[in-house]
């Protein structure tokens, strides 16, 4: 089980959701949110801000946690790099 994978499941379980629950609410299979939780997969940036929102996570924590950067910050770095290059 990776890092991730348990600080996703301690939260879900801390909110008193069960994984199907969980999964309704993000639109993806239980199949899928038990395939987070066990490591196996690690969601999308949008998946991630998701699962943050629904269990009101610590954004910097999760994300650090599946080793991702979210989207805004990736855009910013884009959008910065493209500036220093004109």
Do not use: C, W
């Not at 199907?20 to 940036?45: H, N, V, W």
């Amino acid at each position: 089980m990776s890092e991730f994978g348990k600080f996703i499941e301690l939260s879900r379980n801390q909110k008193g959701l069960s994984k199907s629950e969980l999964a309704r609410r993000l639109s993806i299979t239980p199949q899928y949110m038990a395939d987070i939780e066990k490591g196996r997969m690690i969601p999308s940036e949008e998946k991630i801000e998701k699962l943050v929102k629904t269990l009101e996570l610590n954004e910097k924590e999760a994300f650090k946690l599946a080793d991702k950067l979210p989207l805004r910050v990736l855009a910013e770095a884009k959008q910065h790099y493209y500036k220093q290059g004109s």
